[in-house]
């Protein structure tokens, strides 16, 4: 199986600062990579999809980047909105498909 | 707009079936060439994804549940179903189903989620 791991799994910051959360993958997914946002009781939505593509909709202060291994979401100017748990998912043709990240708590300082 | 929406009993006893159903709606199960799956999320913790249908049935599921999943699709009523056999208290978890669009390998519309426990 490929493993996610985030870095930091929380991360406390001021509305304005700029922010960076780290995704690694155990093995090379290419770009096959995604980004969400969960806020308590409500389903996963999706920010950035293979690694930098930004979904439609979402804010552009949030930017992905990366391949291989490692990916970054980065949000150049947080907003109050902002503050909730952030995952990242991998895709691959091996088994399982599609897995996650352990997530990362994004917080009010 | 697309939606999806997840039914089905909340509570299932240990070593029954659990069986939910999400339909949608603002858009076509067979068109498009969607994959829909379903994925859940054990209380306060990440996400764990279980299985997904194409419109014509095939099927693919994460090898962890694999022995225990059945994953069915009813393009009549725009509705798509999971079974998940033998539960356990493990099973607790709030269910998502959700559609992949071509070309993206991740998840662009999802259900609010359905919490299912466990329990005698």
């Known amino acids: 199986d490929i493993q996610m791991t985030q870095s930091p799994s929380t991360l406390s910051a001021s509305v304005g600062d700029r922010v960076t959360i780290t995704c690694r993958a155990s093995?090379?997914?290419?770009?096959?990579l995604a980004w969400y946002q969960q806020k308590p009781g409500k389903a996963p939505k999706l920010l950035i999809y293979k690694a930098s593509s930004l979904e439609s909709g979402v804010p552009s202060r949030f930017s992905g980047s990366g391949s291989g291994t490692e990916f970054t979401l980065t949000i150049s100017s947080l907003q109050p909105d902002d503050f909730a748990t952030y995952y990242c998912q991998q895709y691959n043709t091996y088994s399982p498909r599609y897995t996650f990240g352990q997530g990362t708590k994004l917080e009010i300082k | 707009q697309v939606q999806l929406q997840e039914s089905g009993p909340g509570l299932v006893k240990p070593s029954q079936t659990l069986s939910l159903t999400c339909t949608v709606s603002g858009g076509s199960i067979s068109s498009g060439g969607y994959y829909w799956s379903w994925i859940r999320q054990h209380p306060g913790k990440g996400l764990e994804w279980i299985g997904y249908i194409y419109y014509s049935g095939s099927t693919y599921y994460n090898p962890s549940l694999k022995s225990r999943v059945t994953i069915s699709v009813d393009t009549s009523k725009n509705q798509f179903s999971l079974k998940l056999s033998s539960v356990t208290a493990a099973d607790t978890a709030v269910y998502y189903c959700a559609r992949e669009p071509p070309g993206y390998n991740c998840f662009d519309y999802w259900g609010q989620g359905t919490l299912v426990t466990v329990s005698s």
């Open positions: 093995q090379n997914i290419s770009s096959w």
